[in-house]
């Protein structure tokens, strides 16, 4: 079956970095769109960043334009989220997603991707 499973959450000082990982299995990782996604506590699921099947296409809400970098390698069907300069506002849930190409549930509510991962607790203190 399919699996996405993300590594790298976890505490970090204000201003710092984390990357995080989302290795998949079970599908052909070169056919998905891939996302990232996070929830706080008492909020909606918002979508992160986007990255399309080929890697050439990119997307990253206004909050973390500048301070974010998704990536992927496709050999490794794996998808990278970098995370400078964080913030407590950063502090939530992250979620992997993965859409079959051309990714358009990432891109309106209700978000609805194939897949999810289990999610991995990103916490940012001041």
């Known amino acids: 079956q399919v699996q996405l499973v993300e590594r790298g959450g976890g505490l970090v000082q204000a201003g710092g970095s984390l990357r995080l990982s989302c290795a998949a299995s079970?599908?052909?990782?070169?056919?998905?769109?891939m996302g990232w996604f996070r929830q706080a506590p008492g909020t909606e699921r918002e979508v992160v960043a986007v990255?399309?099947?080929?890697?050439?296409?990119?997307y990253y809400v206004d909050s973390v334009k500048g301070r974010f970098t998704i990536s992927r390698d496709n050999t490794r069907a794996t998808v990278f989220l970098e995370m400078n300069n964080l913030n407590p506002e950063d502090t939530a849930v992250y979620y992997c997603?993965?859409?079959?190409?051309?990714?358009?549930?990432?891109?309106?509510?209700?978000?609805?991707?194939?897949?999810w991962g289990q999610g991995t607790q990103v916490t940012v203190s001041s």
């Open positions: 997603a993965a859409d079959r190409a051309p990714g358009s549930s990432f891109y309106s509510k209700p978000y609805e991707p194939n897949y």
């Open positions: 079970g599908l052909n990782f070169r056919a998905y769109d």
């Open positions: 990255i399309s099947w080929s890697g050439t296409g990119r």
